[in-house]
């Protein structure tokens, strides 16, 4: 994963996918403009799956992104299973795309097959998610800080209490993302961070497990949470998608999700807006999935030789229950 330490090699790294940019196109592959005219570049997208809202957002964003660059997109859906991503770039790789994008399902195992497209000369960027693996095989990364949401989650969380009036000990259950994956990690990671430092006395999380981003994990995940844990007084959800099932079950056992039970979100999808509109959920942190433009913009700059920066951050915002009904008409996924 990114971080400051990791600055220097990204500089050498970026330099590196430079070169590959400009080896593809002396190979006489498929971004040759030799024979007269420029030829359209071609993108291979794996896709994580279509598990949450926030992930149909980022397919919607991505494909209409491509169109309107007139970048030719060969786009693969891997359903949340990291073997079909790895097929899906050994395919793009036998393809001869010019540049290869993806989001990695989780962190680990990418090292083999993005060497194999290092061999083919093929420069690879990441979106979304991030991975631990050598550095020097992709060219940066396009997506959110999930350690900071993770921050942002509990930060968020301590105005949520005092707007409820809690006092004293707060049970704290958490819905984690899929295993492994980078935003999971890192938002478990950022919350407990300052939970550690500033609510050692305070809160305690009680459980935790992982829904899989999916409203049917979250949902399935909190009806056992409930039964284990009858006096959880905040759920710390890493997705709204996850959030959303959990007031299902939360409703079902004939529970208050908003009042009962203080319920804190990442990502902003229309759907949350809506649960937090109508007080089911206090706080929703932010996570923007319309990366397609800057994708685009990085790929061409990528193929084109340039230079970009090692990761290319998005901007967010935090949003409290009563800013959800003003925020609703425009929010944009
Ligand atoms: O939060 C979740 C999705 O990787 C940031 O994946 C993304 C996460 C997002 O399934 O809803």
Not at 22 to 46: H, V
Not at 200 to 213: L, N, P, R, Y
């Amino acid at each position: 994963m990114l971080n400051r330490r990791n600055f220097l090699t990204a500089a050498v790294g970026v330099a590196a996918a430079g070169t590959l940019a400009a080896c593809a196109k002396e190979d006489g592959g498929p971004s040759d403009s030799s024979s007269g005219g420029s030829k359209a570049i071609t993108l291979g997208f794996a896709q994580v799956g279509s598990e949450s809202g926030w992930r149909t957002a980022n397919t919607d964003s991505v494909k209409s992104a491509a169109k309107e660059a007139g970048i030719k997109l060969q786009f693969s859906d891997a359903q949340q299973k990291p073997e079909n991503q790895i097929s899906a770039i050994r395919s793009f790789i036998a393809q001869k795309v010019d540049v290869i994008a993806f989001s990695p399902v989780v962190v680990k195992g990418w090292d083999a097959v993005l060497n194999e497209a290092k061999r083919a000369n093929i420069p690879v960027v990441l979106t979304d998610r991030s991975v631990e693996s050598d550095e020097s095989l992709f060219v940066t990364l396009v997506g959110s800080d999930f350690t900071d949401e993770g921050r942002r989650a509990a930060k968020i969380l301590e105005k949520v209490l005092e707007k409820a009036g809690h006092k004293g000990k707060v049970k704290i259950a958490q819905l984690e993302g899929t295993t492994g994956a980078a935003p999971a990690i890192e938002r478990a990671k950022g919350f407990k961070e300052v939970m550690d430092a500033e609510h050692k006395d305070d809160w305690e999380i009680v459980a935790s497990q992982t829904g899989d981003f999916t409203r049917a994990g979250g949902k399935q995940v909190m009806a056992a949470f409930l039964q284990s844990n009858p006096d959880i007084d905040v759920l710390f959800a890493h997705n709204d998608d996850m959030g959303l099932g959990a007031i299902q079950a939360i409703e079902a056992a004939g529970k208050k999700p908003g009042k009962d039970i203080l319920i804190v979100t990442v990502d902003g999808v229309k759907d949350g807006f809506i649960a937090m509109s109508e007080g089911k959920i206090n706080a929703i942190v932010e996570c923007n999935p319309l990366l397609g433009p800057q994708l685009m913009e990085v790929v061409k700059k990528v193929q084109a030789g340039e230079t970009v920066e090692r990761w290319i951050k998005t901007k967010e915002s935090d949003f409290m229950q009563d800013q959800a009904k003003d925020a609703l008409p425009t929010r944009k996924y």
